[in-house]
């Protein structure tokens, strides 16, 4: 099949996995009553379609996120995680739930979003010039600090049940979110995904080194630039929301890549698409899993994603050997 | 038709790399740098490419700044082949080649004149053989034929290429000097960081030889490959003679004793 036809494909699968994430639960809600007038149209309306519009996004940025800084660094280890926006968006939003702030109206998502800015702004400082090693490095500072920040806020909670909220939060999931809130999101992470989707070519030059993207006219400065706003614009929008789901951002591209081969131009929107319906279906299946609670998408990607991520690390051995 | 460095200069730091270097390249010529390891070879080839900026001096492409051209006219001109053969993801070699389009290139997708010019590298490479193969599959010496059919396929007057031969059989040299000599004969400029002095011998039209960041000796093969200067610069006893054919061949006899 060709490129054309396997990104229809995706794009079917996308849909479909969206339309799923709208019916899929402990209560069946069908096309027909979508509209009706009663309990059904009204999980449908509140709960359902933010969540589902929800995972097609968060899912869509980080396989797209992925796959750019992947193909940056030009290593496959890496994952959107790698800047340390997702654990500074995460601070925040800790700090939102610990101050009360998530109780007002966009409190938390301006402390998340507010916070994930802030390193952003940070990691242009610290890396300015470094390349690609000062910017895993300066991602790096930030995820240890951000990460030592957010255990510290969790230790001073007043009581047992703030830092149940808290940790609950951390781990990210997609329930419960108002339509607002996302909207909220949206503008962060179109503008985010925009950007990173014009990187194509200059991450395709980076296949030659940097000397040869550079002789072939492409400026590594401003890509870098690129980069850390659309990654942290999108990623920081995602947690902002959803606190911090995993392995989506590292997963996704391998998957893409053995089917669309590797040159990174070519598996960035399919990433985008791969997230959306990986994150889709495992949202929807987390629903219909039986029992009173519900597994947290986070840690569902987490427990799911590293055995595969295993046995994908062995098959490349394989190959390598 | 020229690149030009006046009275260049470039440090790391503290450190100076090069100095005070003057020197004229042709179009129609190759030009070889040679010197012994970190005499500053590199530096020079990055800054004609554009990748440097001198702290002194300057780099000109017929009058105008390198430094100061958009890195995309003047990635049309100047085209680099960088040390180390560098391919980060397994591409196919036709994929690779393609990228050398990339200045060219306007919006989404390859033009006629894209393909064209994608084609003419490839077979003036002898690479379209394995066009769908990936890179990483490749042989030591088909890569190195593939990433030069890179630099081809930007169709810029200048190729400037940073040790192309290292790490190649000798008869995979052969074939990159060939492919670049015959690049001359066309009209274009060559410039080609070259570490064995035989092969710079034989193939070079004009030699530019460092030392410690200053141009020691330019000039012609035999002016420059003098027995006095070998022994200055590389602490080798060599000399240059004319072999049965005719042929200008170096010879060289061992370290010069102190």
């Known amino acids: ?321 | 038709m020229t690149l030009t460095v006046r009275n260049l200069g470039f440090s790391y730091g503290q450190r100076r790399i090069l100095d005070a270097i003057d020197a004229t390249f042709e179009a129609g010529k190759l030009t070889v740098i040679l010197g012994p390891n970190g005499a500053g070879k590199s530096t020079l080839l990055a800054c004609l490419a554009g990748l440097l900026k001198p702290d002194a001096g300057t780099a000109s492409l017929h009058d105008a700044d390198i430094t100061r051209m958009a890195p995309t006219a003047r990635a049309r001109q100047i085209g680099l082949l960088p040390q180390g053969a560098e391919t980060h993801w397994a591409i196919p070699s036709m994929a690779l080649v393609a990228l050398g389009r990339i200045p060219h290139m306007r919006g989404a997708g390859t033009s006629t004149d894209d393909r064209r010019a994608i084609s003419a590298a490839m077979s003036a490479t002898a690479t379209e053989g394995f066009a769908y193969r990936p890179v990483t599959q490749l042989s030591g010496g088909e890569r190195a034929r593939v990433l030069l059919a890179r630099v081809l396929a930007g169709e810029p007057s200048w190729i400037l290429a940073d040790e192309p031969l290292a790490n190649l059989d000798p008869g995979f040299q052969l074939d990159i000097l060939n492919l670049l000599r015959r690049q001359v004969e066309a009209g274009k400029g060559v410039v080609a960081v070259l570490h064995d002095l035989a092969y710079a011998v034989r193939f070079a039209d004009h030699l530019l030889l460092l030392h410690e960041g200053r141009l020691f000796a330019q000039g012609s093969v035999e002016n420059v490959i003098t027995p006095a200067n070998l022994a200055h610069v590389y602490g080798i006893d060599a000399n240059l003679f004319k072999d049965e054919e005719g042929a200008v061949q170096l010879c060289i006899k061992g370290k010069v004793r102190s």
């Not at chain 1, 490129?3 to 996995?17: C, D, H």
């Not at chain 1, 709960?47 to 800084?69: K, Q, Y």
């Not at chain 1, 492409?218 to 659309?230: D, K, S």
Request: hydrophobic fraction near 60%; glycine fraction near 14%.
């Open chain 1, 1 to 321: 099949m060709n490129v054309r036809g396997l990104t229809s494909l995706l794009l079917l699968l996308t849909v479909a996995a969206f339309l799923l994430s709208l019916m899929a639960g402990k209560v069946w809600i069908w096309p027909n009553s979508w509209a009706a007038d009663n309990a059904d149209g009204w999980i449908f309306l509140e709960l359902r379609l933010p969540r589902a519009v929800l995972g097609l996004c968060i899912g869509a940025v980080l396989g797209l996120s992925g796959a750019v800084m992947q193909g940056y660094l030009r290593n496959p280890l890496a994952d959107p995680t790698v800047l340390g926006v997702s654990a500074s968006a995460a601070f925040g939003g800790v700090v939102a739930i610990y101050l009360g702030l998530n109780l007002l109206p966009f409190g938390l998502f301006a402390c998340a979003m507010l916070s994930a800015g802030f390193s952003i702004l940070l990691l242009l400082v610290i890396s300015r010039g470094g390349g690609p090693v000062g910017f895993i490095l300066g991602g790096m500072v930030l995820s240890t600090l951000a990460g030592a920040l957010t255990a510290f806020v969790i230790s001073i909670a007043p009581n047992p049940f703030a830092a149940n909220e808290i940790i609950n939060w951390l781990m990210g999931a997609l329930t419960d979110r108002l339509m607002a809130d996302v909207g909220t999101a949206l503008p962060f992470m179109a503008l985010g995904v925009a950007l990173l989707l014009s990187t194509g070519r200059a991450l395709d030059a980076l296949t030659l080194g940097e000397n040869g993207a550079k002789s072939l006219g492409i400026n590594l400065f401003r890509l870098q630039w690129i980069i850390v706003l659309g990654v942290g614009l999108a990623v920081g929008a995602s947690v902002a929301v959803s606190g911090v789901v995993g392995f989506v951002g590292l997963i996704v591209p391998h998957l893409i890549r053995a089917i669309y081969g590797e040159q990174p131009s070519q598996i960035l929107l399919p990433s985008a698409l791969g997230g959306a319906i990986l994150t889709l279906t495992a949202d929807s299946l987390l629903r219909l899993v039986p029992g009173p609670g519900e597994v947290r998408l986070g840690i569902a990607m987490a427990v799911l994603g590293a055995p595969f991520f295993l046995l994908l690390l062995l098959r490349y051995r394989k190959g390598a050997a």
